[in-house]
């Protein structure tokens, strides 16, 4: 499978149009409660048996590091590849045989829906950019102020 591809399926070309079927999930959910603890067992036991073997490949993968977690709930198992290569090699090798995907997280101003967005913004004199320069600058003064305290233990 092409990197495309790949990442043409979680891509977002529209802003908002990322719809779920609200009604339908809530039943669900709510059928599943009385297996809650039966499904956390499952999920826990899965990410251990999967994790702990891909973790150990360190010359292929970062270690994610779960010690810290009571109880690990996730219905996938994060896998950061160390090249390019690596992970064109992964999404080849499951292909057809396990759903996987991007990480959620990158830059959204990379999206085909924020161009869009951008131009109509501009037309309006607002800077879309404004608040993402607003909020990295939030960010950082958390992680000043957090140092700040621990090196003065506040």
């Known amino acids: 499978m092409s990197t495309l591809l790949f990442y043409s399926r979680y891509t977002f070309y ?8 609200t009604e339908i999930n809530g039943f669900l959910g709510n059928t599943q409660l009385k297996y809650l603890r039966e499904i956390i067992k499952r999920r826990e036991k ?10 150990l490949r360190t010359d292929r993968y970062y270690p994610i590091r779960y010690s810290h977690l009571d ?5 996938a198992v994060p896998v950061i590849c160390k090249t390019k290569r690596i992970r064109d090699e992964l999404v080849a090798t499951c292909d ?8 959620v997280g990158g830059d959204m101003t990379k999206q085909p829906f924020f161009r869009k967005t951008w131009s109509v913004l ?5 800077n879309p950019m404004q608040d993402l320069y607003t909020n990295r600058d939030y960010i ?3 992680i000043r102020s957090s140092q700040i305290k621990k090196s003065t233990n506040f």
Do not use: A, C, D
């Open 14 to 21: 529209e802003l908002g149009y990322n719809l779920r079927t």
């Open 46 to 55: 899965n990410f251990l048996q999967i994790g702990k073997k891909i973790y």
């Open 71 to 75: 109880v690990v709930s996730n219905f």
């Open 96 to 103: 057809g045989i396990v759903e996987i995907r991007p990480i």
């Open 122 to 126: 501009r037309i309006y004199g607002r």
């Open 140 to 142: 950082s003064e958390i």
